[in-house]
């Protein structure tokens, strides 16, 4: 995690120098603030995985002389399948086209959006995959 945390770090620095030098030439807004955005993004992926690599035990990834079945084993617990995510997408299309087609589309997106939120929060609270 070390080297992924300073791979992001180094290239949210080469966006930054890369935004204010298309800022100055460009005199473009859109393409500015884009390139400031991904500056953010990748500076808060690196400053996690740079903090996080902290406090995990090191990988196989940050030693040098690790092999590649070194960082075989289980990757974590994972939800077997789940319908959540189609009807939060459901929701957050007809949300998107309420902007295309008005807001009072957003009041039938809006419950599809909390019903699929609630119920991927208490997924495993309830049915098959209900902890014992």
Not at 40 to 68: H, P, Q, S, W
Not at 95 to 123: Q, R, T
Request: net charge negative; charged share 15%; aromatic share 18%.
């Amino acid at each position: 995690m070390k080297i992924q945390g300073k791979m992001f770090i180094w290239l949210a620095v080469f966006i930054l120098a890369m935004a204010c030098v298309y800022g100055v030439w460009s005199k473009e807004a859109a393409g500015t603030t884009a390139l400031f955005m991904a500056f953010g993004l990748c500076i808060m992926v690196g400053y996690y995985l740079a903090f996080t690599a902290r406090r995990v035990d090191t990988g196989a990834g940050d030693n040098k002389e690790a092999d590649v079945a070194d960082d075989a084993g289980e990757l974590g617990f994972f939800a077997p399948h789940s319908w959540q995510p189609l009807s939060l997408a459901v929701g957050g299309a007809l949300a998107f086209l309420s902007i295309c087609f008005g807001w009072w589309l957003m009041y039938f997106s809006a419950p599809i959006i909390m019903v699929g939120l609630f119920g991927w929060v208490f997924e495993f609270y309830r049915g098959e995959n209900q902890n014992q």
